[in-house]
Structures are given as C-alpha cells and as structure tokens.
DNA sequence: TTGTAATTACCGAACGTTCGGTATAATATA
DNA sequence: TATATTATACCGAACGTTCGGTAATTACAA
C-alpha cells in the first residue's frame, strides 16, 4: 500500500555506524551522512525524525545487540571454555573487521563534555563484556578473585590493541590480542 | 618593544590542550577554544595564524615534548631498570592525571577520515614508546624476541586501560595497570 | 624628560560557508 | 487514487576565518 523503502533498515544503520566509527559523532556530518547512505537529508529525517542524536543511539544499539551476539553469548554459553573462547576471539576479529574497526566504545565516549547521552550505554556495555569474561575465566578454573583482574586486562587489550593498530596503521597488535585471548583469560 | 601577552605560551598551550582532550578535535569549536583560553577568536588567529589546525598540531607537539621527557627519557636512562620504570609510571600518573585525562594519541587518531595531519606525529609517538619499553625490558632482561612483546602489551594496556576506565568512568583500571606495569616488562 | 614612531597583542564585527533541522511539493508504488 | 518516500528549497544558528582598528609597551630623537 506504499511505497517500499529504497534501502532497508539494516543495510541504513551499517552505513551510519561506518561513518560514525571513521569519523566520529562530530564530524559525521548530515551531509556526509546522507553521501554515505544515498538518502538526502530529510529522507534521513523521515526514517530518523529526531536527526543526528538518534541516528547515532540506534547505530550504538545494533552495534551493541550485534556484539552481545556474537561475542558477548558466545562467552556466556554452556561448553567448554576454551572452545567458547576460540569462538568469541574469531567473532572479535570479524567483528571489528581484523583490527581496521575502531570500537564505537571508544568513539562514542569521547564527543560531549559530560557523560553525553551516550556514556550509560557504553558503561553498560563495558560491564556486560567484564562480566562475561569473568564468568568464563571462573569457568576455565581461574579463582573468583582474579577472574575479575584478567577480565579487565582483556577488555583493556581488546580496547587498547585497536588504539594501538589504529595508530601504527598495522594490525597486528589486534592479531596478537586476539591470539593470546585464551592464555589471557584461562591462565598464563 | 611590544605589548606584553596576557596569557603565556604555556598556559596558552595547556588550556587548548584541556579542550582538545576533553571534547576531541572536532567539538573542540573556536568559541569553546576562545572561552577556555581568554583570547578573543581573533587573538588566537593572531598566536596560531594557521588556525586551529595549528593550535592543534602545536599542542600535539607539546604534549609529545612534555610525554618524551617525562616518561620515555626515564625509561631510555642508565640505571637500574626497576628505578627508572617505577619513576616512568609515576610520571604517567602525573601526565594522565591519574586516568582522568585521555591520550590526545587515541583523541587526535579518530577525527579526520584519511591519514590526517596528525597521523604521522601519532605513529612516531607510539613508535618511541615501544622502542624505550622493549629497551627496558632487554636491560631487565628480557630477550630481545621477548621484549618488544611485553613493549606492545604495556602500549596496548595504557590505551586500553584509559578508554577503559573514561568507559567504566571508575579510574581503578589504569591505576591497576600503573601497578603492574613493572611486572609486566621485566617479567612476569 | 618628553614626544613620537614602531612593534606587538588584542578585540569587535563581519565574512562566506556549513551546520542541523524543517517545511512543502514532486515522485513512485500500490 | 492513496500514501510512503524522496527531492528541492529554505531557515536560523554556529562554524572557521578575516579585517580594521585599538591598547599597551619599547626605542629613540629632541
């Protein structure tokens, strides 16, 4: 009874999300946003009626539902640990696409001054992503106590790896991340 | 012979830099700039003829200067390795404002989609980092195959323990990694 | 010592451009 | 035709930038 949408929603939100995470929030421009997508700007402002700020909650959303997914679920499953942590490392790198991704955790947290509107998302997200690599740890044999440590040194290198293969504009730092996940989380 | 300056070079410097690292290049508008530093937008064409490409890259340059001497000439110092380590993590401490202060590295590596201007003066920083940790951990020790392995890790852990702790906005992270810091390149 | 020129720092006001956002009309599909 | 979607034109505000001119200090000649 309608007209059909020129470009689906799923396909609409990776596109915002890619200029989101090359650019950042600021730079990422209605213009930009629009070159990147096909859709003019008050195209934009139909799908996304309350503009720039909404686009950028509903990316940080899905990239956050699509992360729990692949990464998050896999860590939390039954089975073996080891075979969870392989699986959730190989995600990783899909993921943030072999370490040329930058982590809208990080992107996002920097734009606005104070916390932003952003910064309950991102914190929860961060504590969703400790809890699961704790649990595993704790599933793998480590004590309670230092599975919480090891679950922070492994976000810490997640986070740090893309800052660093980013900056080198080599990847490796996030390959060896990703190969020494498990030694990290299961025991040195 | 001149109208003397009503704010010094340094805290000039220091001001915009505040800025800069708070809200990140983009947000970081020249009326924001203007309010935090007391000069007029016209007066800081006046200091940084370039504009705020300049004032960036000046602030860059100097928060690299003021990094290098505090913390990558301990760690490039004769000396007992330990000594030199634990006054380097002190210093990044100071620098780092106790992790409330994120790395213009990760700030300045987002903003512009293409290498940017400030991607090469990023890639060499971090490129000295690694170098004076893996030269460290060679005189704690380490072998050399070793060395820039725990380098790479002890760059990745900072960064990541920033973003982690501005995320989780609980500083506890970076100062973990502060502590095991010593550990992990001499040894573990 | 005084007065003037030279030099530098600073500022108010405006520039053209682009920003995010909003009408409204045209288009394409049902 | 009915309607979801798109395109065009436009808005006030803010952007980075520029310019003419003023304030403050020093150097030097009278």
């Known amino acids: 009874m309608a007209r059909p949408k020129s470009i689906g929603e799923d396909e609409l ?15 990422a421009s209605l213009a930009v946003l629009s070159k990147a997508t096909g859709l003019q700007k008050a195209s ?11 686009m950028a909650q509903e990316v940080l959303s899905a990239a956050l539902d699509c992360f729990t997914q692949q990464v998050i679920a896999p860590l939390n499953a039954a089975g073996d ?13 899909q993921y943030y696409f072999g370490g040329r991704k930058a982590c809208l955790l990080n ?7 104070d916390g932003g509107p952003f910064q309950p998302s991102i914190r929860a997200a961060f504590e969703a992503l400790l809890k699961a690599f704790a649990k595993i740890a ?26 660093l293969s ?3 504009q080599n990847h490796a730092p996030f390959k060896r991340f990703l190969k020494e996940l498990p030694s990290e989380i299961l025991g040195k």
């Open 81 to 93: 640990p080891e075979k969870r942590l392989a699986l959730a490392a190989s995600n990783l790198d």
């Open 166 to 168: 980013r900056g080198l």
């Open 13 to 27: 939100l990776s596109r915002l999300e890619n200029v989101f995470r090359e650019v950042g929030y600021e730079a």
């Open 44 to 54: 934009l402002y139909h799908r996304f009626p309350r503009g720039k700020a909404q």
């Open 138 to 163: 704790r599933d793998g044999g480590a004590p309670a106590s230092e599975a919480r440590q090891r679950a922070e040194r492994a976000v810490a290198l997640l986070q740090g790896s893309l800052v």
């Open 107 to 113: 992107i996002f947290a920097s734009p606005d001054i």
